[in-house]
């Protein structure tokens, strides 16, 4: 069964203190893995979408990567307005179906 | 952002009577999606469109029936709400099944 688990489930963070969330998947045929952005009373914002082991993307202090098995997502020298639910999804061999993980909730303290 | 429209925004309705969502788009993507979204849990597929009258279900589809008849609405209907549908339910658009998806604001639907 294709599953995707983020962890951890809650970060804290002070202000500058570089960190990494992890999202691991296993899903037959992967055709891309993707990370969305979610603050509270919204719905998730897209971020990037990854393809391929080793591929790589980055966007002001987030960075993205992804291997066969897992996906990181760096936040360098994180500000308080980074403050936010991070969701990672997955798309395999089914095409249209995205399975999301439950997401890590950050917390940038100043 | 991108054209998507839920409707109603927020709603209390009692259990055994009937809901409807509606998603409305303005992207003419062709795929559509139902989530639910509970504490716990994430973000669940309920049901998602890959072309007009084109439907599929998802992880959590018990209770729940979609329809789509033109490109741009997507209809969750709860036949006889319960109280374990009490959630806050997203719709998503998407062009080709494996880009990213675009959400709506939400619906927080209570079921007392």
């Known amino acids: 069964e294709d599953q995707v688990t983020q962890s951890p489930e809650a970060l804290r963070l002070q202000e500058g203190e570089s960190s990494s969330l992890n999202c691991s998947y296993t899903v037959s045929g992967l055709r891309g893995l993707f990370w969305y952005r979610q603050d509270p009373g919204k719905g998730p914002e897209f971020l990037f979408t990854?393809?391929?082991a080793g591929e790589e993307k980055e966007k002001e202090r987030l960075k993205a990567t992804l291997t066969k098995k897992e996906s990181f997502l760096h936040i360098t020298a994180p500000k308080p307005e980074d403050s936010a639910t991070y969701l990672c999804?997955?798309?395999?061999?089914?095409?249209?179906?995205?399975?999301f993980g439950r997401g890590t909730q950050l917390t940038v303290w100043p | 952002d991108a054209g998507i429209t839920q409707s109603p925004r927020h709603k209390v309705t009692e259990t055994g009577t009937p809901v409807t969502l509606r998603c409305h788009q303005t992207?003419?993507?062709?795929?559509m999606y139902w989530y639910r979204q509970d504490p716990g849990h994430g973000l669940r597929l309920i049901h998602y469109s890959y072309g007009v009258k084109d439907t599929d279900k998802g992880e959590v589809s018990d209770g729940y029936s979609v329809s789509r008849s033109k490109t741009e609405d997507f209809l969750l209907t709860l036949e006889s709400a319960t109280s374990s549908q009490t959630s806050v339910y997203f719709c998503a658009t998407g062009g080709d099944g494996n880009e990213k998806l675009f959400f709506g604001s939400g619906t927080q639907l209570s079921v007392l």
């Open positions: 990854l393809y391929s």
């Open positions: 999804a997955v798309t395999g061999s089914t095409l249209g179906r995205l399975y």
């Open positions: 992207e003419n993507h062709r795929y």
